[in-house]
C-alpha cells in the first residue's frame, strides 16, 4: 500500500520527488507502525508457542500420573 495515498495499487515512487519529501513523516510512521506490528504479531506468536508448550507439559503429566497409577 502506498504510504502516500493509501492506495493499494500504488506506491510512494510513483509521487514525484516533492511529494515524496512533503510525506517523508507520514511515510517515516508508517514504516514505524509496521515494525511495531511486527513486533507485537512476534510477540503474540512467542506467546501462543509459550502456552502451546504449557498446554503440552500438563497434557504429559497427566499422562505421566495416568501411568503411575495405571498399574
Ligand atoms: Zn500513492
Redesign the pocket.
Known amino acids: 500500500m502506498?504510504d502516500?495515498?493509501g492506495?493499494g495499487s500504488?506506491?510512494?515512487s510513483?509521487?514525484s520527488l516533492e511529494e515524496q519529501q512533503r510525506y517523508e513523516k507520514v511515510i517515516e510512521a508508517f514504516d514505524r507502525a509496521r515494525e511495531l506490528r511486527q513486533q507485537v504479531r512476534d510477540e503474540i506468536d512467542e506467546e501462543a508457542r509459550e502456552i502451546e508448550a504449557a498446554e503440552r507439559r500438563v497434557e504429559h503429566e497427566a499422562e505421566m500420573r495416568a501411568d503411575a497409577f495405571g498399574d
Request: with cysteine.
Open positions: 502506498c502516500i495515498c492506495r500504488c506506491c510512494e510513483f509521487h
